[in-house]
T-cell receptor, first 110, second 114 residues
Framework: RKEVEQDPGPFNVPEGATVAFNCTYS??????FFWYRQDCRKEPKLLMS???SGNEDGRFTAQLNRASQYISLLIRDSKLSDSATYLC???????????FGSGTRLQVQP | AAGVIQSPRHLIKEKRETATLKCYPI?????VYWYQQGPGQDPQFLIS???????DKGSIPDRFSAQQFSDYHSELNMSSLELGDSALYFC?????????????FGQGTRLTVV
């Protein structure tokens, strides 16, 4: 079992839709959580960190549930430019290593 | 703002050759990470450095080695290259310190082994 698991998708949604991704992690020592987006053949780009209290950045909302060991990302009012792979990333206490999920592919259609 | 710089961007090598990939982290970042991403795969952690010392090791083959220099740039040395080493190699940097803060990635080096 992978340490960080995501539904690979693809999620095909129309413009303006709201879409949610979930990610589960298996190591309870995980300390820091992030969402990255990656476009085809490009580098992962940080979308947002995920805090225990939940956080929002414009159309994007991230939530963390430590008890259930899952992280979510909600995208409201989807744009064509949101089409990408969304990577859930987890870091463990005491380790300088980020563990990536396999990514969830989002395709926003006109 | 300065970003993570990787060179070269593209590299073609033959089997059994060696390759050296370079990474220049964002100024004042103290942690460098190396990742390998094969086609259709998620990035796999290879190795990290904190303040020029090796910090953590992931799935890095014995044929690979890496180091971080006094100016904080890092190099990934790959020997006896195999076809399966063809991948995108990303370097990332952060101000991890004692905890993991956000890491920023370079544009990657695309290595093709023929």
């Amino acid at each position: 079992r992978k340490e960080v698991e995501q539904d690979p998708g693809p999620f095909n949604v129309p413009e303006g839709a709201t879409v949610a991704f979930n990610c589960t992690y298996s190591n309870s020592a995980s300390q820091s959580f992030f969402w990255y987006r990656q476009d085809c053949r490009k580098e992962p780009k940080l979308l947002m960190s995920v805090y225990s209290s939940g956080n929002e950045d414009g159309r994007f909302t991230a939530q963390l549930n430590r008890a259930s060991q899952y992280i979510s990302l909600l995208i409201r009012d989807s744009k064509l430019s949101d089409s990408a792979t969304y990577l859930c990333v987890v870091a463990r206490t005491g380790r300088r290593a980020l563990t990536f999920g396999s990514g969830t592919r989002l395709q926003v259609q006109p | 703002a300065a970003g993570v710089i990787q060179s070269p961007r593209h590299l073609i090598k033959e089997k059994r050759e060696t390759a050296t990939l370079k990474c220049y982290p964002i100024p004042r970042h103290d942690t460098v990470y190396w990742y390998q991403q094969g086609p259709g795969q998620d990035p796999q952690f290879l190795i990290s450095f904190y303040e020029k010392m090796q910090s953590d090791k992931g799935s890095i083959p014995d044929r690979f080695s890496a180091q971080q220099f006094s100016d904080y740039h890092s190099e990934l040395n790959m020997s006896s290259l195999e076809l399966g080493d063809s991948a995108l190699y990303f370097c990332a940097s952060s101000t991890a310190g004692t905890s993991n803060t956000e890491a920023f990635f370079g544009q990657g080096t695309r290595l093709t082994v023929v």
